[in-house]
DNA sequence: AGCGCACTAGTAAGCGCTTTCTATCACCCC
DNA sequence: GGGGTGATAGAAAGCGCTTACTAGTGCGCT
């Protein structure tokens, strides 16, 4: 069996208090004692126990990191940077990022929460869109509530604010503003005719984006164009596409909801014998990596995602400070590329 | 504090045995104690200790997936593919998916695997290429056998496999299979001058595919073409491109160690006033989801990650047998699109 | 010289669960 | 009718660590 405390102590001639001492070095042991535990330690290849560790001291160094799907890029580089943020995987320190993909499930993201809540998590950062309805979004912050009377941290990254405080920080996207530049770039280049690739109904981020875009239009005094919901990614862009052009086949711009959802608008309009942006522009949202490199090269609002996780990550630990106020708002900044352009004339 | 335990025990009227037994399943418990345990925790809104339980039972049900870089595609989508084989997250089950993210740092690689033993991981997946030199393929065998030693099940994804049996899964990707492939495929189409951008030295995925590259050529009585090592990210791809058409600026393919080195690449090409495919042909490797919807759409050997990751998963919960000898072989498929073509005449 | 204080280190009481061993109770068959 | 036999449930001994509390030094100060 693996070496234990006690096999340290005795090892290194003291009691085991002492090597507790001299590994969590949150009290004072004379240099000589010190050096031998670690002799001990080091001969004995010891390793502490972390579950016992956690039940002794009633705390984890596990970080809870809810998103809807690592494979999906956006989430990845959120979950990744708030790892990354965590600190060294050192012998002494180390936080371990526990990841959940919720599948953007209500029940399953409820699930993820009740075993992080479980797994006495010393905090838990919470992404991705909410839902809308008041009786998820209660369900949801009453085991958040649970989780910060428990001792964990919380920290909303993306997301909007509880309904109520219960100490978590919020950091938000600017979903509405961004959704506002986008169309109002649209429309400065003559776009009168635009099409919406909303995401899927009933979540927080479609609702803002689409906001953001028909405060754009109403601002100009123009009316609402045709608005199609899909879910999130590349797959539903294309069918969504092909939908929105039957609703008005005239339409000369498409705004979607995010990048993944635009690559496949842009596809759908290419195998319809239309080229972006000649004939229909074509807008992303969230600005991920491989969006400058795509066909063609996307207009988009970028979202920092990785300051964003990184901060998220810093104030769970404690590195950082939460924002005044419990909040703070991540703005998007309009990046035009090539598949924008004015309306064919 | 939270209902423990013995909260539950009390209200139901029964010993903490007896709860414990009903929560776990695996001890005959007569019906009607059965539902008045279960009222009792329901009431309570009781969640187990996860250390305490995991300290008792010698186990946990963490699963831990070693990743170069969550904020990878290619990771990320192996990390979502082990995650969402762990089962649901349920009340009574639910395995959680500690993901790592080791920067290629062999240090770090090391010190991710010790936390896992700390946890007393249920399961360890470590995908990413391995370091060629004996010293650190040592050094991390040592540390994978000291947790199967420990009872954690590892499984290899997209790696070599140890120079040691210690009753690790392994699943391998044809790297070298997959470049042959491609490169004789640029053969095929008539290209002679051959450059190779390939990923990092001293990496066994950079290795394995420069030498099935190699290996096409060979067969074809062909001399090697410059080679330029590179990192495996989008940036390293646009300036070893460049450096590859100075070492030879006739070249009129560039074969890339992956699709983002690839992407790397076009765009480089681009910015010299070279056209892909009509003037230089670029392919890639693993067809990451966006590899489609490039510019231009990226000829590549894909790589079923999503498969691959699931029955890793599945091997490291015992939910699949691992495959016989220990060793299955996951093989690359040639994907053409229109990154090449034959070379200007 | 005597007292108290600053350092260290040991003692031991848990933390909340799992599980072995034991006890109890029906029940049934010879 | 008595003892074997299952089926249930309880008692209690840890699992390996943390951390109050306690004890033993040596030193400075009055």
Request: charge should be positive; charged fraction near 20%.
């Amino acid at each position: 069996m693996a070496a234990t405390l006690a096999d340290v102590a005795a090892r290194a001639g003291v009691s085991t208090a002492t090597v507790s001492r001299v590994l969590r070095g949150n009290y004072p042991v004379a240099e000589a004692t010190r050096s031998r535990v670690r002799r001990a330690v080091a001969e004995l290849d010891y390793v502490v126990n972390g579950p016992a560790s956690a039940l002794a001291a009633a705390s984890s160094d596990l970080v809870g990191v809810l998103v809807h799907d690592i494979a999906d890029p956006y989430f990845g580089i959120l979950a990744g940077a708030v790892q990354e943020s965590l600190g060294e995987p050192g012998v002494d320190g180390g936080r371990l990022a526990v990841v959940c993909g919720t599948r953007s499930s209500h029940e399953r993201e409820l699930a993820c929460l009740t075993l992080l809540l479980r797994q006495r998590a010393a905090a838990v950062v919470i992404t991705g869109s909410a839902r809308d309805d008041p009786e998820a979004v209660r369900a949801v912050t009453t085991r958040l509530r649970r989780l910060t009377e428990a001792g964990t941290r919380v920290v909303l990254c993306g997301r909007p604010p509880l309904p109520e405080d219960i100490g978590a920080g919020t950091l938000t996207f600017d979903n509405r503003g961004g959704a506002r530049k986008l169309t109002e770039h649209l429309l400065h280049l003559g776009h009168r005719r635009i099409g919406y690739l909303a995401g899927p109904r009933g979540r927080s981020t479609s609702r803002h984006r689409l906001e953001g875009h028909q405060e754009a239009l109403a601002a100009r005094g123009d009316a609402d164009g045709p608005v199609v919901h899909v879910s999130f990614d590349r797959a539903a862009g294309y069918d969504g596409a092909r939908a929105l052009l039957q609703k008005d086949p005239r339409l000369t711009a498409v705004v979607c909801a995010n990048d993944s959802v635009a690559l496949g608008a842009c596809a759908a309009l290419r195998d319809l014998g239309l080229q972006v942006p000649r004939d229909v522009s074509v807008t992303g949202f969230v600005d991920l990596p491989f969006s400058g490199d795509a066909m063609p090269p996307l207009t988009t609002a970028r979202l920092p995602l990785q300051q964003a996780g990184a901060r998220a990550g810093r104030i769970a630990t404690g590195a950082e400070e939460p924002p005044p106020g419990g909040r703070a708002n991540v703005s998007a900044e309009l990046i035009v590329r090539s598949s924008t352009a004015p309306p064919p004339s």
